[in-house]
């Protein structure tokens, strides 16, 4: 089982935060070499693994500002929802970003050398004096230190009536989608004046009204294959080539209820919070609120696998929705070979569960517990009375502190949980990557710098 | 009796967030409202099941004094008159037959059609898509009161009150309208309190009278009388609301009289209100209240 260790905690000094420094997306690059950030001010925050292992950061943008919508006189929130890597092509890294209503195209390049000896400028960018010129001069690069630029090259606007939950890309590189509330759209990652719809769910009277979709994702490998959860805690597979608008499923993925837990919170409960396919392509991996579930592709009327991740708040299932904690969307994510799944939970502890030997781990994600170097402690949440005393009643779960960003990476055994607008990054002890710097690495989250050179 | 506290919490909660949700910023969250009104749904599902069996019982005693104090009355019509009185009689006869047997949650239904017109109808205008099947078991209820054959009334599951209580009023009605007219034939003007503002409802009984096509004729009368019905028990409504739902609920009184012309704007605004606002009026059937959200 793997043994996680802290090896980079970039968080702001000061424990109070405000509530835009609130990381809402994480994502690693294909390679694993970049991780992004996004948090609910709009902003990115790209991070970079250096040779020893440690991420640091390395360009910060802003992606959205808040916007109003004037015919609906509605403001839009600027919170990053999602981040989506490309696969990289040359030097530049490209990765979507996405709020409610608009996805962006974002270009990260570096550069390390420039132009000098321009004849009408001067060092300093001031026009020179035409007359005390004499000679021509042809400019040289000359190496500078390195910038690291990001600049937007795609706006896709004007898509969307609804909030948009999810976007994710084709493994043919040239489409992705995005989601809605009821619809799906689907791109060309050149073209930003239109979008086909792929999947509409929105009744012809919005009475009707009984499932709007939560996640959409695109299957690894095949790139006709797409899979959309919805509220009603079902999750459906579409096949693109069988018609235009997949609003018919090819496979429907639905467990029966047990109607001897029913509540009047069974519905919100059931709502899928995440879809993930597994690297292979064969598996999904969906989040509900108490559990994850893997399910084959092949088989539709129940999962091959079903982990309880906090089955003790079934009991608090009022409390939990007079507080909205029950509406919390949970993400989940796999490792690199498919064995280990991993989830967020409340209290900043994070739950990771292996597959084959179905054990499973809580941790906790916290600045008083996570010392550098140091192998964090298996912690237990315990019903009733403390059997011992590193055990975290259920009373005293803290549920502000609720992780629900987690990314793994796609190789490697490093993790990183987002908890409020603190990230950690932890390793695997017993990684062979795994060198650690010397000194504590303690960093502020830079405000509103446009390009951070690295340290 | 807990689960209707429990049901009455969890349903104020639900407005209170339905309508936060109007305020907060980024636009009305579409999901998050759906499953509210899901919530919301179920909780009113089980309060008014567990309303009606809490209701009867109180109401079982009230109710038999106002048919004694009938029976008297009827018993000095009759010598008067003898042409309406065997439908009324019958209607008297088959409504104490009724009452001694109101202990029981499913057959007090009749009885407190009479007792509480306003709540009925309040539940009455519940979801259109009711199952054929419990209307049509009343009105076989009913045709047998009409017939003055033993009353066995059917017992429909409780947890469709709805139902049950809209063909039981309808029943009684019948019996009402007659008895009225019993009464004002004979000159007499006394007329129990609450008939008057059933009479209001003749209409829509008469359109119920014929038991063919139960079903249609139901849904078609809940949707027409939606709007009468909705205007007359405007102020019981509201003051029914206010028990119903507590504190949560002050605040919207009182911005009432001055959301109609905000709604009008958010109606025509934001795909996401739109179907908010028209799922909440589907939902629940107490519309001017909800008018305010």
């Known amino acids: 089982m793997l043994s996680p260790v802290l090896c980079s905690e970039l968080s702001a000094l000061e424990p109070e935060y405000t509530e835009a420094d609130v990381i809402s997306a994480v994502e690693f690059s294909q390679s694993g070499e970049f991780l992004a950030t996004g948090d609910k001010g709009g902003r990115v925050v790209i991070f970079q693994r250096e040779p020893l ?89 000359r190496p500078m230190d390195l910038l690291v630029e990001a600049s937007l090259r795609r706006v896709f606007a004007n898509a969307h009536a609804y909030h948009i939950n999810s976007i994710s890309i084709n493994s043919d590189c040239e489409t992705y989608l995005s989601a809605d509330d009821l619809r799906i759209n689907l791109w ?51 096949d693109m080539r069988s018609r235009a608008l997949c609003d018919q499923h090819a496979k429907l993925f639905e467990e029966a209820v047990d109607p001897a837990n029913r509540s009047f919170f069974s519905e919100i409960i059931s709502s899928v919070s995440d879809v993930k396919f597994s690297h292979s392509g064969r598996y999904l991996l969906t989040r509900d609120y108490l559990s994850a579930k893997v399910w084959d592709l092949n088989m539709e009327n129940k999962p091959v696998e079903t982990y309880q991740v906090h089955d003790y708040l079934r009991s608090k299932l009022c409390t939990l929705y007079e507080s909205d904690c029950i509406f919390d969307k949970f993400e989940c994510a796999w490792n690199g070979t498919d064995s280990v799944i991993m989830t967020g939970a409340y209290n900043n502890f994070f739950r990771m569960f292996d597959r084959a030997s179905r054990r499973d781990v809580t941790l906790e994600a916290s600045r008083e517990v996570c010392k550098r170097r140091a192998v964090l402690r298996p912690r237990r ?42 990230l950690y990054i932890f390793q695997d002890r017993h990684s062979h990557h795994g060198h650690h710097a010397g000194h504590r690495l303690e960093q502020d989250r830079p405000p509103q710098l446009q390009d951070a050179p690295p340290q | 009796m807990e689960y209707k506290v429990e049901a009455h919490r969890i349903m104020s909660i639900s407005l209170g967030k339905i309508y936060n949700s109007r305020v907060q910023r980024g636009g009305i969250k579409l999901h998050k409202n759906l499953l509210v009104s899901l919530v919301l749904r179920s909780a009113r599902q089980v309060y008014l099941s567990d309303y009606y069996s809490g209701v009867c019982l109180n109401a079982q005693h009230v109710e038999a004094k106002e048919w004694e104090l009938m029976d008297g009355d009827q018993e000095k019509l009759i010598p008067a008159s003898e042409d309406s009185l065997p439908s009324s009689t019958d209607c008297d006869q088959t409504e104490a037959a009724e009452v001694p047997e109101a202990p029981q949650p499913e057959e007090t239904l009749p009885s407190l059609a009479v007792e509480g017109p306003e709540d009925p109808c309040e539940a009455v205008e519940g979801p259109k898509d009711t199952s054929s ?61 609450k008939a008057h503002s059933c009479s209001n409802r003749k209409r829509s009984a008469e359109k119920t009278a014929s038991h063919d096509s139960p079903v249609k004729r139901t849904k078609v009368t809940s949707s027409n ?27 919207l009184l009182s911005k009432e009289s001055s959301e109609p012309e905000a709604e009008t704007e958010e109606s025509d605004s934001g795909s996401g209100q739109i179907c908010c606002d028209q799922m909440l009026k589907n939902l629940n059937p107490w519309s001017t209240a909800i008018v305010a959200f």
Request: proline share 5%; glycine share 4%; aromatic share 6%.
């Open chain 1, 53 to 141: 292992g440690e991420y640091n950061v390395y360009s910060t943008f802003q992606s959205h500002e808040p916007e109003f919508d004037y015919l609906k006189s509605l403001e839009i929130e600027e919170k990053i929802n999602k981040i989506r890597w490309l696969p990289q092509l040359n030097s530049a890294h490209f990765l979507l970003t996405t709020n409610d209503k608009t996805i962006k195209l974002w270009k990260v390049s570096e550069r390390d050398k420039r132009p000098e000896g321009y004849n009408l400028k001067d060092e300093e960018g001031r026009m020179k004096d035409i007359s005390k010129i004499t000679s021509l001069q042809v400019p040289v690069l």
């Open chain 1, 188 to 238: 060309n990652l050149d073209i930003t004046d239109r979008s086909f719809n792929i999947v509409d769910l929105k009744p012809e009277n919005m009475e009707e009204l009984s499932e709007v979709i939560t996640v959409a994702e695109f299957h690894p490998h095949h790139c006709h294959l797409m899979a959309f959860s919805s509220s009603t805690g079902t999750t459906r597979l579409c």
């Open chain 2, 133 to 193: 099947s419990e209307p049509q078991a009343e009105q076989e209820g009913s045709s047998s009161v009409d017939s003055t054959s033993d009353v066995s009334v059917p017992s429909p599951v409780v947890s469709e009150p709805e139902c049950e209580a809209k063909q039981a009023k309808v029943s009684s009605l019948d019996c009402e309208t007659d008895s009225n007219l019993a009464m004002s034939a004979e000159g007499n003007s006394h007329q129990p309190p």
């Open chain 1, 381 to 422: 949440v315990c019903v009733g009375r403390k059997k011992r005393e590193s055990d975290v009643s259920v009373d005293s779960l803290d549920f502000r502190k609720k992780i629900l960003h987690t990314a793994w990476h796609p190789t490697d055994n490093i993790i990183a949980i987002a908890a409020s607008n603190n």
């Open chain 2, 225 to 251: 009388a939606d709007e009468e019905e909705a205007e007359e028990m405007d102020t019981s409504n509201v003051s029914n609301l206010i028990t119903i739902f507590g504190s949560s609920f002050s605040g």
